[in-house]
C-alpha cells in the first residue's frame, strides 16, 4: 500500500474538515425546518420533510465552497444535485434510521429532537462524504455530465 503525497492527503482532510462545517450548517438548516414543520405535521414526518431542505442547502455550500475546485468543468447544477441526493441515499437512511429510532426509542428526544437530529447526522457523515468525493464532486464525474449551456450556479 503506498501513501498518498502530502498535498493529496492535505486535500482530503481540507474538504473533510469543510463538510463538516457545511455539515454544521446542514444539521442547523435541519433542526430549524424540524422545530418549524413540526408544527404542521408529526414530528417523524416533519424530520423527513426536512432532511430534504437541508440536503438541498448542503449540496449548494459543498458544491460552492468544499468542492469548488472540482466543479469548474461541471455546468449542469441539476444533474449534480440529483447525483448527490442519490449518492447520499445509503447516509439518508443511516441519518434518518438513526432519527427514527431514537425518537421512538429515547423519550427525552420527543421534548429534545435535536439530540435524535445529531444522531442522525453523526451516522451519516462519513458515507455521505465518501460517496460525495466520489461520485458527485469529482472531476472525473463531473466532466462526463459537462453541457454545453453553463448554468449559472
Known amino acids: ?30 433542526w430549524c425546518s424540524t422545530m418549524l414543520l413540526c408544527g404542521v405535521v408529526t414530528l417523524k414526518i416533519a424530520a423527513l420533510l426536512a432532511y430534504g431542505i437541508a440536503a438541498s442547502g448542503t ?3 459543498n458544491r460552492l465552497w468544499t468542492f469548488r475546485r472540482e466543479n469548474q468543468t461541471c455546468y449542469n ?3 449534480q444535485w440529483g447525483r448527490f441526493l442519490l449518492a447520499n441515499l ?3 437512511v443511516l441519518n434518518r434510521g438513526a432519527v427514527f429510532l431514537a425518537l421512538s426509542l429515547i423519550p427525552l428526544t420527543q421534548e429534545w429532537p435535536v439530540i435524535a437530529l445529531l444522531c442522525g ?3 451519516g457523515m462519513f458515507v455521505n462524504f465518501t460517496l460525495c468525493r466520489k461520485f458527485v464532486f469529482s472531476s472525473k464525474t463531473t466532466s462526463l455530465s459537462h453541457t454545453n449551456t453553463p448554468n449559472s450556479i
Open 59 to 61: 449540496w449548494l455550500l
Open 1 to 30: 500500500m503506498t501513501v498518498p503525497p502530502f498535498r493529496t492527503l492535505f486535500t482530503l482532510v481540507q474538504q473533510f474538515f469543510q463538510f463538516g462545517v457545511v455539515g454544521v450548517v446542514g444539521f442547523t438548516m435541519d
Open 90 to 92: 445509503p447516509g439518508f
Open 121 to 123: 447526522t453523526l451516522c
Open 77 to 79: 447544477s441539476a444533474k
